[in-house]
C-alpha cells in the first residue's frame, strides 16, 4: 500500500436500519484530489437484494453528506443539508440556495424531496417519535443581536434550543430555550419525554457543570435530575422512562479523573449507581435493550472493542463478540432488536456488518473491500506483552514488516497514541499512522499501550495523575527493549513517531534519549503552562499537575519538570515538526518553541506549519504531504535506499490567477523561520 492509497481509503460509518429492517444507509467518504477535499455521501443499500439505491437520480447531493434519519412506519427518511438553488424551489428570490441546513423528507422510490423547515439557522441532531408525525431538533437560538458591529466575547458560544417540527400543520414548536448551552438530548422510547444535558456557563471546557433535566412533551416544567459535577454523557432513558443511564468519568464518590464508566439512576433520586466498577474497560457507547431488561454496552478494552450485554437482574456483564477487531460506530435499534455496526480488523477498515450478539458471528452487509487481497499485501498484526521497568505488564500491537521472514531484524517504529485517554487497537488504519504502508517500506511497527491509557481499568488510567511521565515513556522505551532482545528490531535503527498525546511522548523521548535515529512529533506540547492557558481545553490535564499553573500556591515546579522544552537542549534525534495553523487544541506555538529550542541545539530539524488545519489534519494533501515527508525523513536518516514520494494520479486543475498565491503557499513549504 503506497500513501495515496493510503488517503485514498474510502471509510464507511454511521450505519442505521430503516423502520422495516429492509434499507440500510452508511455514510462514505471520497477524496477529491483537484478540490482538496474529502467528500461526504450515503448509500442506501436494498439487504433483500444487496443492490445499492441509485440516489445520484434524486439531486440531492448536498444532503448525503451527513446520516439519514428514517422515518418510522415509512420507506422515506429525513436529511439535513444546504440546496443549490438549481435543486430547490425554495431558494430566495435572488436564485440562491439555503442558507442554512434545513430538513427535507426523501420518499427514495418515487424521488419525492420536500422540504420542512424554514429555519433561521442549522438543523442538527434529528430525532423521530414513534409515530413518525414529528421529530425534534436542535439548533442555535436567534441572534437578535447584530453581529457586524460587534466583536464577540472570547469563549463565546450561542446557546442552543430544542425544537419540535409537527407534520399536522408544518409548524415549528420551541420546546426548550431558555438561554442555557445544551450539549446534547435523547428521546425516550414512548417519545414522551426528553432527556437533555445543560448547563449555564458558555465554557465548553466547564463540562463538570452539565447537568440532566428531564421534561415531557405533553406539557409541564422541565425537572432536574442530577446535582453533581459528573458531566453525564450520552444518558438515555429506560423503556418505561423511570431510570436512565449515563456514561461520566468519575467513581463512585464522583471524584474526577476516571475511565468512561457506565452510572445507573433512579428518576426521583440524586444517588446514581456505578455499574461494573471492578471491570477494566472503557465503556464508550451503551443502549437499553429491547426489553428494557439489560444494557448493551460498547467497549474497549485495549486493544479491541467489543459488544458486552450488562443484565441489570444479576448484576453480570457478559462478552458477546470476540475477535481481533474493533467495533466502532454501532447502532442498536431496539424495535428490530438488531445491531449494525462497523468492524475494523488488520484486513480492512471497517466494513458494516450485522453482529447478532447471541452467538457473537458477524454478518457483513458491505463489501466495500472486497478486492483488497487482490490489490494489497498486509502486514501481519500481533498482540504483545512486556514487562516495563517496575515489573507492570504492558500490551501494545506489533505489525511485521511485509515479507518478514524470520531471524531478521527490522527496522521499528514505534508509534504511541493520542488522548491520552485512548488506546492503540487491532487494524490501525488511522491516516497520521498509516501502518500499511511503513510496513510495505520494511518497517516494523509498534504500538505501545503505555499506562495513563484507556481499556485497562482506573489505576491503569490514573497513573499519570501528579505526574504525566511517571511511567508512561518507560512503558514505551521497555517495549522497545522488549523487541531487540527477541531479535526482532534493530537497535541502530529505531524510529519514534505520534501525534497529540502522541507528540507530547514523542517529544519527552527525544529529550531524555539518543537512542532513536529519526523522529516525527504532530501536535506535541513543549510547555505544559503555556499550552495550559493556549488550549480549549485544561480541565481533564489539571490532576497531571495537581493544579492550575494560576491559582495561588500553583505546582510550577511540576508543570515545568514535565515540560519537553526544558530538556530540548540535549534533543540529538533528527525530528520532524507537524501542526496546523488553525490548532485550538495544541496550538502551533507549541511545535515552534520545539522546532526552535531542537534546531539551536545544532540538531537536524523541520516544521510544517499546514495552513488552515485544525487539531487533525483534514485535507488530502496535507495528509500525504505528511507521509511522503516522514518516509523522506526516516530513509535518509536511517542510512536506507532514499524514499521517492508518490503523488495521486489525477492530475491538479489548472489554478486561476486568484487562487494562485494560495495554492503556491502549500503546507510542504518551509515556514519563513526555516
Known sequence: MTAVDMVEISRLGTPTLSSDGRWLAYDVSQIDWADNEIDDTIEIRDLTSAALLDLAVLGIAELLEESVHWRPGHQAFLATGEREAADNENGDENGNGDEHDQAYLVTPATGEIVRLTDHHDDVDDVSWLPDGQSFLFTSNRPDDSDADWQIRPYDFTRPDAIY?????????????????????????????????????????????????????????EPVRLTVNSYNESRAKLSPDSQSFAFIATVNAAGEPYYEDNLFLQQVGSLEPELLFADTPIEVLDFAWSADGAALWVLGNIGLRTELFRYDLAHRSLDRATQGDHVIDDWHYDPILDRHVATVATAGNPGEVYEIDPGTGSLRALTSHYADWPERFRLPRQEAVRWRSDDGYEIEGLLVYPIGYEPGQRFPLVTITHGGPRSSSQFGSWNASRYVPVLAGQGYGVLLPNHRGGTGYGDAFMRDMVGNYFRNAHLDVLSGIDALVERGLADPDRLVKMGWSAGGHMTNRLITITDRFAAASSGAGVADWVSLYGESDRRRNRTPWFGGSPWEEGAPLDAYRAQSPLAGAWNVRTPTLFFTGEDDERVPPTQGILMYRAVRAAGTPTELYIADGEPHNFREPRNRLFKINAELQWYARHLGLPEYQPVLPLVPDPEPDEAEADEVKETVGEPTEAQ
Open 164 to 220: 419540535q417540527y409537527r407534520f399536522e400543520d408544518n409548524a415549528v414548536a420551541t420546546l426548550v430555550d431558555d438561554g442555557s448551552f445544551i450539549a446534547n438530548y435523547t428521546l425516550s422510547r414512548d417519545g414522551n419525554h426528553i432527556l437533555y444535558q445543560r448547563r449555564e456557563t458558555s465554557d465548553p471546557d466547564r463540562s463538570d457543570l452539565n447537568e440532566l433535566w428531564l421534561l415531557a412533551l405533553a406539557g409541564g
